[in-house]
Nanobody, 126 residues
Framework: QVQLVESGGGLVQAGGSLRLSCAAS????????IGWFRQAPGKEREFVSL????????YYADSAKGRFILSRDRQTNTVALQMTNLKPEDTAVYYC???????????????????WGRGTQVTVSS
């Protein structure tokens, strides 16, 4: 099955930037969509962004539009989430997820995804 490993989290001041990476391995040919979700303490896991693995098309939550950019490298089987103008409310554990389900609709729900990484902590100080 697909294995996902996130990296790149850390502590940054408000207005700063971070670049998260997600490396996929094992059966990557089955991946159709990769998504990023985040979960803050006491809150539900929420959708951040997704990318169609084949086409490279992206979609963002309103909270991420204009500040985050998601890209993928099919040769290295990695996706990168470039986050800029970070705000304290962006503080959360960020998870990379993958699904082999056909993209008949945008896969913005956490239960659309079958494979998950362990997450990486992003903390934005005010």
């Amino acid at each position: 099955q697909v294995q996902l490993v996130e990296s790149g989290g850390g502590l940054v001041q408000a207005g700063g930037s971070l670049r998260l990476s997600c490396a996929a391995s094992a059966r990557t040919f089955t991946i159709l969509t990769i998504g990023w979700f985040r979960q803050a303490p006491g809150k539900e896991r929420e959708f951040v962004s997704l990318i169609n693995w084949s086409a490279g098309s992206t979609y963002y939550a309103d909270s991420a539009k204009g500040r985050f950019i998601l890209s993928r490298d099919r040769q290295t089987n990695t996706v990168a989430l470039q986050m800029t103008n970070l705000k304290p409310e962006d503080t959360a554990v960020y998870y990379c997820a993958a699904t082999s389900r056909l993209p008949l609709r945008l896969r913005t729900f956490w239960d659309d995804y079958d494979y998950w990484g362990r997450g990486t902590q992003v903390t934005v100080s005010s």
